[in-house]
């Protein structure tokens, strides 16, 4: 398998620009987590779908940031308008869910998204 | 607030030593903890978890959990320069069957 793949592994765009990262999870897991990172703030979870549907979104930062999954094999993650205060590194990261409907403990990282807002 | 909080580092050791990593972490309820490791530049990759008080050992890694404590570590024995790296601690609430809260993380680099 190819793992997590996300797109594109850079973005530099400006102040007020759309931007729209990709994820494809791993074929067969059924949960998927958008997390952001920055030095300041660590690894922070945005939001996670389960067979698709957004569980929780309680990361996400405010009303500019919005995520989709149409299928089992995509998301997106859409910040409109971006922001510098945006400049960070998007994680996608996929699991299968193991019993109980607990997620699986290992989650499987894309390789992640540097985005730079000037 | 949920926090996990890791104040071990930048760590520098000698190859062939062993390395420590400490963590705490504030929600009481926490029922599962993880270490990961980033190499710069890279995405997070699981090295361990422990769901149980006491230690539990995989390789040249051992995982130590102490719940009273709220305090969980990871010792990496006669380290290499490849172990070079940035260590997360991650903690599972037991309010979440999801969630993972993780810490800033911990740099260590082992000299040759």
């Known amino acids: 398998d190819a793992g997590v793949i996300q797109s594109p592994r850079h973005e530099v765009t400006e102040m007020g620009q759309e931007v729209t990262l990709r994820c494809k999870p791993i074929?067969?897991?059924?949960?998927l987590f958008w997390y952001r990172q920055t030095m300041m703030r660590g690894l922070e979870l945005l939001i996670y779908f389960n067979n698709n549907v957004p569980i929780d979104d309680s990361g996400m930062p405010e009303d500019r940031f919005s995520a989709k999954m149409p299928n089992a094999s995509f998301s997106t993650l859409k910040i409109q308008p971006s922001e510098p205060r945006d400049s960070a590194v998007y994680f996608c990261a996929s699991s299968p869910t193991g019993q109980g409907g607990a997620t699986n403990e290992k989650l499987f990282f894309g390789s992640g998204t540097q985005l730079s807002v000037l | 607030q949920k926090e996990v909080e890791q104040n071990s580092g930048p760590l520098s050791v000698p190859e062939g030593a062993i390395a420590s990593l400490n963590c705490t972490y504030s929600?009481?309820?926490?029922?599962?903890f993880f270490w990961y490791r980033q190499y710069s530049g890279k995405s997070p990759e699981l090295i361990m978890f422990i769901y149980s008080n006491g230690d539990k050992e995989d390789g040249r890694f051992t995982a130590q959990l102490n719940k009273a404590s709220q305090y969980v570590s990871l010792l990496i024995r006669d380290s290499q320069p490849s172990d070079s790296a940035t260590y997360l601690c991650a903690v599972r609430s037991g309010g979440s069957n999801y969630k993972l809260t993780f810490g800033k993380g911990s740099l260590l680099t082992v000299n040759p």
């Open positions: 929600d009481r309820g926490s029922q599962s």
């Open positions: 074929s067969g897991h059924n949960s």
